[in-house]
């Protein structure tokens, strides 16, 4: 038997409505108190007033901070506009969060261009459940929030006014908190310069102009000729073939290689080998994408600038010139538009047995393919061969079993969750690694010593921070970044048919091995060991100049 009740009236749900200007105001707040924790924390670890005053201090950079958050999103705050940029701030300031509170990092033009040039293979290895909770918790309930509450607009001309009168009273907020603390804000923000990139969402609205300004040049680039007139010196008595092979390292630091004094054996191969290390040498940035070519360019650190490296030919474009052939091996994220002229591989296009998995590859297939090309390459030629290296934060993918070690390790991407002796250990790991890849590529070209002059140059593109205070990874802006960022090993291995062809005096070189170099020797030193004649050529940035007959 059916029952037909008395139907029930659904009430519906009251959802609760807000202007565009209330909304700017919360989310401005949110912003301010919740998603630039790492501003907060920097700011408190700063010399503030005492007592009072800097309780004080601290209510008005919160001021500042909403002012100057209310400015920037008034500019968004449209009917059919102002929820969809929130909701896309909200994701990518969730992301920016979670870096900049699990790494220490900071939110620049560098960072972000980091993040846009990797691959999706890496990028995949930066996931972890931490990760996953900060995306939602500060991404997906604040966007789904937003969505649900209902939002009014008036007529343009009433909003409008609206928009205005509210963005001066921004302005009078950040005069009334500036104005009685001018002299100790002005001093905490040229002291704590790396505050601006450490609040959200300002940091990501400077990040992603500053990445535009330079990645959209006004005229096509052409690249202008460089060292057209290079040509080779002297040749080989009995013409045998001219060999150099340049290792650029990743994330590889001075401070952890024991050639350079650190108390543990991370170079157990290499110091058997007669290398020559380089211990004083400094990067010309802090992250992949500047140092790279800026350090093949001929424009030294003080002249770089992404535009003008792109709008020249490089190193290797004047080694080119001279008749050698070059070959860039990829086993990272590209040359960065460095090789462009020239032949590229990237190795995870290769297949090889117990070296690659859907991870990457061990650096390992930079050896066993340099041994394949050599079996069939003759003539001159430089090889580059870019590691993956110690790239972080999964340092434990980086190394093979049999080279874990140090113990116990951080056997995660979640940096903040280890001890600061695994995140040591698995690093010093990929220290040691690289270490066996750099021996086996010498024994390789000792094993070829009878048929080129060979030499092997190595050189790190930036260091790495391992929690020193508080500090992971790199990209810090560079006038702020730690030694551990900026110091980089370089070493240099020669055959005997190299040094006798360069009449290289080896005596000479290891008394420069102390002297204090960076990546704008890089281009010039290259030059000079390959003995390269051309007006680009500058002997004072030689780091070997005077130790060989030009």
Known sequence: MLFRGKATKSIPRKRLTLSANQLTAIVSVLFALVYSAGFWKHLAAADLPPGLRGALFLVAAGALMVGFNVLLLSLVAWRFVQRPALTLVLALSAAAAYFIDSYGVVVDRHALQSVLETNAREGAQWLSWKMVVYLVVLGVVPAAALWWVRVEYRAWPRELLSRALMMLGALALIGLAVLPFSREMASTARNHAQLRHLATPGNLFNAVRGYAKHRAPAVPVIAAALGRDARGGTRYPDARPRLLVVVIGESARAASFSLGGYARQTNPELATRGVTYFGNVSSCGTNTATSLPCMFSNLGRAGYSESAANSSENLLDVISHAGFAVEWEDNNTGSKGIATRQREEDMANFDSTGLCDVDGCLDEILVQHLRAELARDSGDKVYVLHQLGSHGPAYFKRYPAAFRRFTPTCDSVALQSCSAEQIRNSYDNTILYTDHVLASLVTLLEQNASKRASALLYVSDHGESTGENGMYLHGAPYMLAPDEQTQVPML???????????????????????????????????????????????????????????
């Open 492 to 550: 240099l291995w020669t055959s005997r048919p190299f040094l006798d062809w360069r009449g290289l005096d080896t005596g000479c070189a290891t008394a420069r091995s102390g002297a204090a170099i960076s990546h704008d020797h890089f281009f010039h030193t290259v030059l000079g060991l390959l003995n390269l004649q051309t007006a680009a050529y500058r002997p004072e940035l030689d780091a070997l100049a005077g130790c060989a007959p030009a």
